[in-house]
């Protein structure tokens, strides 16, 4: 995708401060990061969301973030990380190139889990919670 930043990015033109990369998978350092060491793994081949990803490509991509997970901490001496994809614009997504953040976490960093982002769980009823387990099981098995 010619307009796509992370396609350029891939491509190398524009430059970035690359971290990780094999045949399908490319890593770099987050342009505008959230905590030192913030990294995003993409594929290299242009796809917008997780749904959109050919299922072995995504785990290649699954496979390079759990390789750079411990390696990212380390590096910054970080005690966790918060490991997450914006999947789709609805949930914040903002470059159509999916992306895994790689965010690194600190003892007191006072940023909360992500279900700081929802502000407490939503209500729902057991039959509710069985019908979207069954449509999600279905459809998953
Ligand atoms: P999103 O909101 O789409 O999940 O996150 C996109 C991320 O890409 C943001 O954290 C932003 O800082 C980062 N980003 C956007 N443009 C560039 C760029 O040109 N280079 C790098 N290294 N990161 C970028
Ligand atoms: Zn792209």
């Known amino acids: 995708m010619d307009d796509c930043i992370f396609c350029q990015i891939v491509d190398g033109d524009i430059p970035s401060r690359t971290v990780y990369e094999d045949e399908d998978v490319f890593a770099f350092l987050d342009v505008n990061p959230l905590a ?4 995003l793994v993409i594929p290299k081949g242009h796809y917008e969301t997780l749904g959109d990803v050919p299922g ?3 785990a290649d991509v699954l496979t390079a973030v759990h ?9 910054v001496d970080a005690d966790g990380s918060t490991v997450a994809f914006n999947n789709g614009e609805a949930a914040g997504q903002e470059v159509p190139h999916v992306h895994c953040h790689i965010v690194p976490r600190f003892e007191g960093d006072g940023h909360g889990p992500i279900h700081a982002l929802f502000g407490g769980p939503g209500e729902m009823d057991d039959d509710e919670l069985d019908a979207i387990a069954d449509r999600i099981s ?3 098995n």
């Open 56 to 58: 072995d490509l995504g």
């Open 36 to 39: 030192p060491g913030h990294t």
């Open 138 to 140: 279905d459809a998953a």
């Open 67 to 75: 390789r750079l997970v411990p390696v990212v901490e380390d590096a």
